[in-house]
């Protein structure tokens, strides 16, 4: 059967309210287990791919403006585009899907749209262009209690849950309207129930020990609380803002606190990394560090580093000779030197640009971006504490949400994630929600705690499972300290990262494959009887 045009657009506009609804920090989880049957329903009943792909892009469209429209409070220009472009490449997975039904059963086509959809959230984690917020293993941040198993599959076992339930949801639907309440009706809603329930139990008996190196020391996590919009970048206040982060500290330091940790861009000077020491505006954290030597300090800075030559495309050229390249970095400092991180999961648009988009760059620098772009480290590097309590996992901004990415500090023997951030550019909005709570899946895949500093909040400490066990609320300023345990327990996702990916990825290209070959042979059947 067609549908109309009216019920088509009523269809993908249905779509994108329940993804949307399901997303946290709505308590509506539950939605997401049928929220792509809408547009399973228009693959299977619209029969031309031009009308598909405009009623899959309205769906995606709205769920990307729904849940994510804080975006555009840093910037209206590169909000708009990334919903357009986002929804845009959303909507490849769902257009191989189309082509698929036309060929395969459907719950064949089913099977390849989830690894259609899984193969392109993969991509989408290793991209220039990379936007994996609306990844669908994150919507059940808000549940670690369902999704203990993803120390084995990391978020993509979400999105594959969420996938698969679907897919069944869309075959019993269609066979009570073929057969009525026949055995194989009744066969695939119960498929249906255990596919939601197994996993939440499944959950319930994950609860493996944990291999412990210490359990003494306190680490003190700090919210500044600065408007980035007002305070934060003021000229002028950078020494009232420093001091005021190291009193801060210094009230919640005592005998067993071994770190402490600053959010992103908490120094408020833009440094050269290899001069820190001679940096006479670092001198008061020289010294808050010097009175206090059983003490390291993890903050955010913005670096910069010289050069005779360009070393990268990102290397800018300075009108007295030589070249610079900017980094949004994490920096470990004790009394005498210091490590530093560089972020490597950089923002579309504000910190990065594919070389074909560089023409872009003056947009973007009007709205507190970078004009060549940050550069980055090609590695991971594991930031050591001096004082050997910890082996840090540094996540600036929003590198908490690439989970694969984590696991590799895991495996050179990270034992605590600390994470800092800056979300006060998108505002009172679920944004900064949102973002704390990805960070508890991290905890879950790692096993491993999280320190997290945020500059307006939510700063928090999270446990191995998920828990969050002390938070400071947003637009608040103040300080936590919490005893955390460094464990050297390595789990089958760290060992492996995103292997389910990778399987998916594999089906959606052995899918396309075959596509592409039946394709073939129907033309050169075509051509053969023409002849």
């Known amino acids: 059967m067609n549908v109309n045009r009216n019920s088509g657009i009523w269809l993908a506009l249905l779509g994108g309210l329940l993804l949307w609804a399901g997303w946290p920090s709505s308590p509506l989880t539950l939605l997401l287990f049928i929220a792509w049957v809408p547009l399973l329903h ?108 993803y120390e084995y599959t990391g978020a993509a076992g979400g999105s594959l849950w969420i996938l698969l339930s679907n897919v069944l949801v869309h075959q019993v639907l269609f066979r009570y309207r073929e057969e009525g309440r026949s055995t194989g009706y009744f066969k695939l809603a119960a498929a249906w129930v255990l596919t939601l329930c197994v996993p939440i139990v499944l959950s319930s008996f994950i609860k493996q020990p944990l291999t412990l190196l210490h359990n003494k020391y306190n680490v003190v996590v700090v919210q500044p609380n600065y408007d980035p919009w007002d305070t934060k970048f003021a000229a002028g206040k950078e020494e009232m803002q420093l001091q005021e982060l190291i009193a801060l500290s210094q009230k919640q330091i005592d005998a067993h606190t071994a770190l402490v940790v600053w959010p992103e861009t908490a120094i408020p000077y833009t440094v050269l990394e290899d001069r820190l020491r001679d940096n006479l505006f670092l001198n008061p954290l020289w010294a808050f560090l010097r009175n206090n030597p059983h003490v390291n300090l993890l903050t955010g800075l913005e670096g910069r580093r010289l050069f005779t030559t360009r070393v990268s495309r990102y290397a800018q050229k300075l ?26 999961r950089l923002v579309p648009g504000p910190e990065v640009l594919p070389a074909f988009l560089s023409f872009l760059g003056p947009v973007f620098e009007k709205f507190g971006g970078t004009m060549g772009g940050y550069a980055r480290d090609t590695t991971e590097r594991v930031l050591q504490t001096t004082n050997h309590t910890f082996n840090i996992t540094p996540a600036v901004c929003y590198e908490s949400i690439y989970g ?30 949102q973002h704390m709570q990805y960070a508890r899946l991290r905890a879950i895949e ?26 400071l609320p947003w637009n608040k300023q103040g300080t936590l300290k919490q005893t955390l345990a460094a464990f050297v327990t390595e789990t089958f996702y760290t060992r492996h990262g995103d292997w389910l990916y990778h399987a998916a990825a594999a089906l959606a290209l052995a899918f396309l494959l075959l596509l592409f070959y039946k394709a073939m042979v129907r033309n050169k059947t075509s051509t053969q009887k023409s002849s």
């Open 42 to 149: 228009l693959a299977e009943t619209t029969r031309s791919w031009k009308k598909f792909f405009g009623l899959s892009y309205t769906t995606l469209l709205l769920w990307n403006v729904l849940t994510t429209w804080w975006v555009a409070k840093a910037s209206v220009p590169g909000g708009i585009g990334a919903f357009l472009a986002n929804s845009l490449i959303m909507c490849l997975p769902w257009l191989a899907y189309f082509f698929t039904r036309t060929r395969f059963s459907r719950f064949i086509s089913g099977l390849a749209l989830i690894g259609y959809w899984m193969a392109f959230e993969w991509i989408h984690l290793n991209w220039d262009l990379s936007w994996p917020w609306l990844t669908l293993g994150n919507a059940f941040a808000l549940h670690p209690n369902w999704v203990q198993w």
């Open 404 to 433: 694969d990415y984590l696991s590799r500090f895991n495996r050179k023997g990270a034992n605590l994630i600390c994470i800092i951030t800056n979300d006060g550019w998108w505002g009172d909005t679920q944004g900064y929600r």
């Open 446 to 471: 790692s096993r491993k705690w999280v320190a997290r500093s945020a500059n307006t909040g939510i700063s928090c400490f999270i446990d191995p499972y998920g828990n969050i066990i002390q938070q």
């Open 319 to 344: 009108p007295e000779g030589g070249f610079v390249e900017g980094y949004n970095s994490a920096a470990l400092f004790d009394s005498t030197s210091a490590q530093i991180y560089h972020k490597s």
